[in-house]
Structure formats: structure tokens, C-alpha cells
């Protein structure tokens, strides 16, 4: 297991359809977090999962986001009727179980929404 | 709450000079606090984080970071720039739940 891994690492899309990321944490990890980073700016926390359980959201996630933990491993970021807005670098982390245990970061997906 | 400030979106310095990249932090509780550098179209790579211990924080690369509670301070040292330093570097703090508050990140530039 060599770290983070997130697919697609690109993804192009008109305004108004659906996407979806996926990413897949160190397999040991209990916690896995989406942030946001836009062009000259540094990422901003999406969402935190305890396993399955999403325990936390940011206000930045509007209802046409939904983000998944099936069974605690894998996790899915959807984003539904896409704008213009939403194009920026998606991230995912992992993290075992304590606070200031470090997070590990995919190589991320970067959506450019036309 | 929890913030970071990062001073100087951009820093250019020489190679082989000191590099100095400026975090402030804000936290109402201990905090956790993080460097992270990320390279061109890649995500972050942890650089050192202080996490109660030694104030004094070594980290990879020779990069060093010394959290000073009472200037609420954590910037990052090196003492000889590298060619390879290039990148953008983000400091964070740890808030609840262990999510991440980002800076808005230094750019470093290094010229031969």
C-alpha cells in the first residue's frame, strides 16, 4: 500500500451534468476527509468520515454534493448539475484515529467544468 | 475557531541563502500545527508538524519550524535554498475532529 490514491486525476465536464470522484485511503485509516482547492489558495475543508459515518460537513457543501464511505474503505464525492464554480482541485486525505496525527493527501482530481 | 495567516503570497530568494516562510495562527485551543509542500499539479506532502512536543520541529528536506506561543507564530526555516525547494508550502492548524485550516500558502521561487 503506497499511500493515497484518487481517480479520475483529471476530469473535464459541462455545465450541468454529474461527476464523480473516488478515493481510496491507506488501508489502515479510520478517517478520510474531501477538500477543495482553488487556483492560488489552500484548501479548504468539504467533509470527514469516521469510517462510514460522515461526521462533518462544511457549509461550502451544497446539497448537489453528496460524498460516500460504503463499509469505511473507499469513498465517492458527487457533485450533481455542475457549474462553473465548482472547477478547482479536489483532495482526499487519510488519517488514523487522534487528533494531530498526520494527514496523508491523494494526488487529487482537478475538475475544469465548461 | 481556528485560522492561519500566512505572510507573503510570494518569496523569491537565492540559492544557498536562508529561507523564511511566516505562519500565525490562531486557535483557542493547544494547537496542532502543520507544514505542507505541494509541487505543480500534485497534492500536499507533509514537511514537519508540532504537535505539543519540542518546540523545536525538524522536519524533511532540512526544513525546521519553532512555535512560539507567545508571538502565536510557526514559521518555517532552512538554511540553504535548493533549486529543488520550489513549490508552494501551507501551514495549518488542526481544528476539531482533525480537519485541517489551511493558509493561503507561500509561494517559493529560487533563483540560481
Known amino acids: 500500500d503506497t499511500g493515497v490514491s484518487q481517480n479520475p486525476r483529471h476530469k473535464i465536464t459541462k455545465r450541468g451534468q454529474n461527476v464523480t470522484f473516488r478515493c481510496d485511503p491507506i488501508s489502515e485509516h479510520n478517517r478520510l476527509y474531501w477538500y477543495r482547492q482553488t487556483l492560488g489558495q489552500g484548501p479548504e475543508f468539504l467533509t470527514y468520515?469516521?469510517?462510514?459515518?460522515?461526521?462533518?460537513k462544511s457549509r461550502l457543501l451544497s446539497d448537489r454534493f453528496s460524498a460516500e464511505r460504503p463499509k469505511g474503505s473507499f469513498s465517492t464525492l458527487e457533485i450533481q448539475r455542475t457549474e462553473q464554480g465548482d472547477s478547482a482541485m479536489y483532495l482526499c486525505?487519510?488519517?488514523?484515529?487522534?487528533?494531530?496525527?498526520?494527514?496523508?493527501f491523494g494526488p487529487g482530481t482537478r475538475l475544469l467544468v465548461l | 475557531a481556528q485560522s492561519v495567516t500566512q505572510l507573503g503570497s510570494h518569496v523569491s530568494v537565492s540559492e544557498g541563502a536562508l529561507v523564511l516562510l511566516r505562519c500565525n495562527y490562531s486557535s483557542s485551543v493547544p494547537p496542532y500545527l502543520f507544514w505542507y509542500v505541494q509541487y505543480p499539479n500534485q497534492g500536499l506532502q507533509l514537511l514537519l508538524k508540532y504537535t505539543s512536543a519540542a518546540t523545536l520541529v525538524k522536519g524533511i528536506n532540512g526544513f525546521e519550524a519553532e512555535f512560539k506561543k507567545s508571538e502565536t507564530s510557526f514559521h518555517l526555516t532552512k538554511p540553504s535554498a535548493h533549486m529543488s525547494d520550489a513549490a508552494e508550502y501551507f501551514c495549518?492548524?488542526?481544528?476539531?475532529?482533525?480537519?485541517?485550516?489551511f493558509g493561503q500558502g507561500t509561494e517559493l521561487s529560487v533563483k540560481p
Open positions: 495549518a492548524v488542526s481544528a476539531g475532529l482533525g480537519k485541517l485550516i
Open positions: 468520515f469516521q469510517n462510514e459515518a460522515q461526521l462533518e
Open positions: 486525505a487519510s488519517s488514523s484515529d487522534s487528533r494531530g496525527e498526520t494527514q496523508y
